[in-house]
């Protein structure tokens, strides 16, 4: 009953910057935390970074300083600001969402990805 829908991947070059962004609809009382994960070929997902409700933020050290999160409670939406992209930022990006549900009780829910190319 909840969806989380990822958007704002596109190819660009290094130093360029994006904003993903992470819409959740459904039955949704509130949203607990919005995690980024990432992924690249060969290579084990990623946690990116973490939003909790209160604002608090945690960064992987590979991208701090350069990704800020942010959150629009009141439209269950988050956004992931990318800048200084480099080539190893180059993945499948994924919204992941601990999800307070309008009728009580929690759900995880994973976004589809969207692709992230960071190359010359």
């Known amino acids: 009953q909840v969806q989380l829908v990822e958007s704002g991947g596109a190819l660009v070059q290094p130093g360029e910057s994006l904003r993903l962004s992470c819409a959740a609809s459904?039955?949704?009382?509130?949203?607990?935390?919005m995690n980024w994960y990432r992924q690249a070929p060969g290579k084990q997902r990623e946690l990116v970074a973490v939003i909790t409700s209160d604002g608090s933020t945690n960064y992987a050290t590979s991208v701090k300083g350069r990704f800020t999160l942010s959150r629009d409670n009141a439209e269950n939406k988050g956004y992931l600001q990318m800048n200084s992209l480099k080539p190893d930022d180059t993945a499948v990006y994924y919204c992941?969402?601990?999800?307070?549900?309008?009728?009580?009780?929690?759900?995880?829910?994973w976004g589809q990805g969207t692709q992230v190319t960071v190359s010359s």
């Open positions: 992941h969402a601990d999800i307070i549900l309008v009728a009580g009780g929690l759900l995880d829910s």
């Open positions: 459904g039955n949704i009382l509130s949203i607990y935390a």
